[in-house]
């Protein structure tokens, strides 16, 4: 197999992504008051002159009062994308990226119930959640035991005008990517934050025009994408992360064959996204039963748009493994044998390229990686 092929360029609508390694989305809490300094700039820039065609930014909140707060992880500093000094700190980063040759969309972010009440840049602001619901208790949790409420429900559900209002925020960031000169937008759609949980049926159990079966529970992520699109025009990307785990429920099943995958995806597609970013801990562990296709291999299969894969490249453990044993490994050519038999397109990596910026130029080029250290994961190096 040869790593070559993660050398060749990919074309997605206008924009053309110099090569299919692209540094996966990681929350770092740099951005005093929401803004991007020079160092997150440097940081982002190291990736790109290291060889990651494409970088997806740490998520970012949308320009809604409630997007932010403390969702589990100590979030402190986490960045926006509206006010002057933040957009002025993107545009930056993305001048910075641009000189050193790769391409870079932010992601766009909402925690939803995730949000602890009381906390982040705006505490007055409302948790919101599509039923009230958190998500079912006494499943196995990424988060610490206080973090997790003892009530499943946490307030009142979303009104109409409150869902009007948190997709017009999505519509405003994304307006400010494009202004800021990203090259696209990616949208946070998993991992149990606002519009995974509209997609979920624990957590949206609405009998309204936003809840019901799997298509029909798409139908907030659907009205985001679809007034994105509309603002944002038909030239640059929407790539769409979605996942089956949540923090809620670490073992949650979105979509539990092909066909349902197919209902969640398929309005998404049909609404504008791009490229479908499957969250896995394993990039190439088998989604279903009675074929070894991965997640972003049944993405790409049932909606016939290009999908990215993630998870353990680079990297001998998958995320929430534990930091004891984490260790760099070279399994890139299992990597390159997938992408060149079209099961995906692209391949996010991240703590991976935590540890070493120049993780992609290496793997290209069969180069070992420095030794992985954990402590990059709350370094900005
Ligand atoms: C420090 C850290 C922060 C993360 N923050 C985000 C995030 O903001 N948005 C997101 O979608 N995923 C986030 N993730 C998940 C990564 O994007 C990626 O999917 C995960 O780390 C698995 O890839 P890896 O095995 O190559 O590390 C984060 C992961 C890490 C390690």
Avoid at 87 to 113: C, F, M, S
Avoid at 260 to 268: A, I, M, N, W, Y
Wanted: aromatic share 8%; hydrophobic share 40%; with cysteine.
């Amino acid at each position: 197999m040869t790593r070559q092929s993660l050398s060749s360029p990919l074309t997605i609508r206008t924009l053309t992504v110099p090569n299919r390694v692209a540094m996966s989305p990681m929350t770092r809490g740099f951005c005093p008051d929401g803004a991007p300094t020079e160092e997150v700039a440097k940081y982002y820039s190291r990736r790109a002159a290291g060889g990651c065609g494409l970088i997806i930014t740490e998520a970012v909140g949308i320009d809604h009062p409630s997007a932010l707060g403390d969702a589990g992880l100590g979030e402190d500093n986490i960045p926006v994308l509206h006010g002057d000094a933040p957009v002025a700190g993107w545009r930056r980063v993305v001048e910075t990226v641009h000189a050193a040759g790769g391409r870079i969309v932010p992601q766009l972010w909402h925690q939803g119930a995730l949000r602890l009440a009381g906390t982040g840049p705006n505490p007055e602001a409302r948790t919101l959640s599509p039923s009230g619901v958190w998500g079912p208790l006494g499943r196995m949790t990424s988060l610490a035991a206080g973090k997790v409420p003892a009530d499943r429900r946490i307030g009142e559900p979303m009104r109409e005008s409150e869902i009007d209002e948190v997709i017009e925020a999505y519509v405003r960031s994304a307006r400010n990517a494009t202004l800021a000169g990203f090259d696209g937008v990616a949208i946070h759609g998993a991992h149990g934050y606002l519009i995974d949980t509209f997609l979920w049926d624990e957590t949206n159990v609405r009998n309204d025009r936003w809840g019901g079966d799997h298509a029909q529970r798409t139908a907030f992520a659907v009205e985001v994408v679809r007034r994105i699109r509309q603002a944002i025009g038909p030239l640059v990307p929407i790539f769409f992360r979605f996942s089956q785990w949540k923090q809620q429920d670490f073992r949650a099943q979105l979509a539990t064959t092909p066909q349902e995958l197919e209902q969640v995806l398929g309005p998404l597609a049909d609404a504008g996204v791009d490229v479908f970013d499957a969250s896995v801990r394993y990039f190439d562990k088998a989604a279903y039963p009675d074929s070894d296709l991965s997640l972003a291999g049944w993405a790409k299969k049932v909606t016939g748009k290009l999908s990215m894969a993630v998870g353990g490249v680079g990297i001998n453990k998958g995320m929430y493994d534990g930091d004891k044993g984490v260790a760099a490994v070279d399994n890139v050519e299992r990597v390159v044998s997938r992408l060149m038999h079209g099961e995906f397109d692209l391949v996010a990596v991240g703590r991976a390229v935590l540890g070493d910026a120049e993780w992609a130029r290496k793997a290209i080029a069969g180069e070992a990686a420095v030794p992985f250290d954990p402590n990059t994961l709350s370094q900005l190096a």
